[in-house]
């Protein structure tokens, strides 16, 4: 199944838990002294569909508060703004589809012609793979891999184990774009980068 295809089909907790891992793994490096994990709290919110409004809240004042300025930081604390409150609603798969099109956007190449990120992302997202530099299509098949591991682990008695999974590919994914970012600023200093 092509990414938009699995969009299409996830259930509330696949969509809010996918779209938290899009956007975590967007995050810039953390200044010194910064929270380095400012999106935990909303990972209780994709387990407890009940917390996930005050968890909300908390994540959206918390990155107000930082105000960074920084790579992809005003872009995510956008689509924070605008996440439903209610994980039941029908807004969260529009959602959920926003924060995936960002972190393919992130992770293209900083040479992409300004404007064409956004096509290039959304032709990926929809199975045409033509182009695709390593990043973006590791970024690709990871968006796929977590939303088939919550659909797999759907079940009230391995959800927690499914939410674990997804946390640390988020995290590994978190790893390898900074990576790739810090390489970037050592090859050429001058260079703004999203994340």
């Known amino acids: 199944m092509s990414l938009l295809e699995l969009i299409a089909t996830a259930d509330e907790r696949g969509l809010a838990a996918s779209a938290v891992g899009c ?71 529009e959602w959920a589809d926003a924060c995936s099109l960002l972190a393919l956007e992130v992770h293209l190449d900083p040479d992409t012609a300004p404007g064409a990120g956004t096509e290039t992302a959304r032709r990926r997202r929809a199975g045409d793979p033509d182009g695709a530099g390593p990043l973006p299509a590791g970024e690709l098949r990871r968006q796929v891999r977590i939303l088939e591991m919550l659909a797999a682990t759907a079940d009230a008695a391995s959800a927690g184990a499914g939410l674990r999974q997804v946390l640390e590919a988020s995290a590994e994914g978190q790893r390898v774009l900074r990576a790739a970012v810090s390489r970037r600023a050592r090859r050429d200093p001058d260079e703004r980068s999203w994340a």
Request: aromatic letters at 2%.
């Open 23 to 93: 956007l975590d793994r967007c995050l810039p490096q953390p200044v010194d002294g910064a929270d380095p994990d400012p999106l935990r709290p909303l990972w209780a919110g994709c387990a407890d569909a009940a917390a996930w409004p005050e968890r909300l809240a908390e994540v959206r004042a918390a990155l107000d508060a930082a105000a960074d300025e920084e790579g992809a930081a005003p872009r995510i604390r956008k689509l924070l703004g605008e996440a439903p409150a209610d994980r039941a609603a029908p807004e969260l798969r």
